[in-house]
């Protein structure tokens, strides 16, 4: 059985890092698992392109269970499954998190998790275009870039809110979140700068890096309570490594809770429903879900709005808080871009711009948990892991989104002409 110090499972945003990071030791081996292929896929390093490549190969294309407070319905949830993870089939917006939050999760008893903390980090992997500054790095792997040319209808959707009241903001990653202005994007040369194009692809030829694509990971190996290697599947074979050091489980919010109870790591209760074998009892494992709910409203344009090629489906927008939260983090985002995101079969002529509003702080919550199937197949039993609820659209939800009491509300945003 092959031997590594570290086992990194999951080449997405932070999974990529950590591998580039620790193999800076070239006495320290790493072996980085990744479920998905090679990102040779053209669609992902065409900025404007990164809506066709949801639903399709690169993607995981999970969906929710039934959610009860949306008639029902099952909620699409994509997650990218290809070298860089969700960072290459995202829509490349460089968003950091709210000080507040950061300086929320210390104060809960997480020493090191400030937000003076953990900038050094971000500026220690950022490479922005505008220069150096008190919130910003240059000698990073990551390019972090203005628009390079932005449509004229997202400049208007800015000025409107200024015009309406808001604050400009030019740096949502700098002094304060909430204002109205263009975003960020992880563009470099006019392509997607993914977390494997900043940081794998540079260091790929480090003779003590192993990246290993189409390699399902199945279950974490252990000698008694302690992980000892990983095993995977590659090709409908199994395979085993074990490991010196540690394991690195970076698979994503819904992935890396799975994969820890199919090892046997969770609530002993369910586990035994399923028949695995109950390693570590730990309840909350796949519990305590959150995800941020957006509401698109699409446009159609009587004319062509020059998109350009190194656009997003997202180029403008505005953080606020909302009456009652005026002392903490924003907690509505709204998007603006020149796309039209209609639902499927709408007729369009394809000229338009989508306007979102997003929950920043949803407070309602979900949980992960598995069913399981009379399959069985590489000797294993399978199981159908299901998202069972996101939580979605609860009572506070719906009237943070309804917008009751805001000073200014999304429409009018999207109606205010231009000066």
């Not at 090679?38 to 190969?57: F, M, N, R, V, Y």
């Not at 070298?83 to 210390?106: C, E, K, V």
């Not at 180029?315 to 985002?333: C, I, K, R, V, Y």
């Not at 609860?394 to 999207?414: A, F, N, V």
Request: net charge negative.
């Amino acid at each position: 059985m092959t031997n590594y110090d570290y086992i990194v499972i999951g080449a997405g945003s932070a999974g990529c890092v950590v591998a580039n990071r620790l193999t800076e030791d070239s006495d320290t081996t790493v072996l980085l698992l990744e479920a998905g292929n090679p990102d040779t896929k053209s669609e992902i390093h065409i900025p404007a392109q990164c809506l066709s490549l949801l639903g399709s190969e690169v993607d995981w294309a999970y969906f929710s269970q039934s959610e009860p407070y949306l008639n029902n319905r099952k909620i699409f949830c994509p997650r990218g499954k290809v070298l860089g993870g969700s960072s290459s089939i995202n829509i490349m917006i460089y968003l950091r998190g709210n000080a507040h939050d950061y300086d929320h999760w210390q104060s809960l008893g997480n020493p090191g998790w400030s937000y003076l903390d953990v900038l050094p980090y971000f500026k220690k992997s950022e490479h922005f275009s505008r220069g150096a500054s008190e919130f910003h790095g240059v000698d990073g792997e990551l390019s972090v870039t203005d628009l390079i040319a932005p449509a004229v209808v997202s400049q208007h959707f800015v000025d409107a809110a200024v015009e309406l009241g808001y604050d400009h903001n030019p740096d949502p990653n700098g002094m304060q979140q909430s204002g109205a202005g263009l975003y960020q994007l992880t563009i470099k040369d006019g392509k997607r700068h993914s977390a494997a194009a900043a940081f794998l692809l540079p260091v790929f030829q480090r003779p003590n890096l192993t990246v290993t694509t189409g390699a399902l990971v199945t279950r974490l190996l252990f000698e008694g309570t302690r992980t000892i290697g990983v095993e995977y599947l590659q090709k409908d074979m199994l395979h085993q490594v074990r490991v010196n050091s540690e394991v690195i489980l970076s698979a994503g919010a819904f992935d890396s809770p799975k994969l820890l109870m199919l090892s046997g790591i969770g609530d002993a209760e369910h586990l035994q429903t399923l028949g695995i074998p109950v390693v570590a009892d730990l309840p909350g494992v796949g519990q305590n879900l959150q995800d941020h709910p957006v509401v698109s409203v699409a446009h159609e344009a009587t004319q062509d709005l020059d998109t350009a090629s190194s656009s997003s489906v997202a180029e403008a927008g505005l953080f606020l808080q909302t009456p009652g939260n005026l002392d903490a983090a924003p907690d509505l985002q709204f998007l603006f871009g020149p796309v039209v995101l209609a639902p499927p079969g709408y007729a369009h002529s394809g000229l338009g711009f989508t306007s979102f509003v997003c929950l920043t702080h949803p407070q309602n919550i979900g949980r992960l948990c598995g069913i399981r199937l009379a399959l069985v197949k590489w000797a294993l039993t399978q199981w159908q892991w299901s998202i069972l609820s996101c939580g979605y659209m609860g009572l506070r939800d719906c009237e943070l989104l309804m917008l009751p009491s805001c000073p200014r509300s999304p429409r009018e945003i999207r109606t205010h002409p231009p000066s």
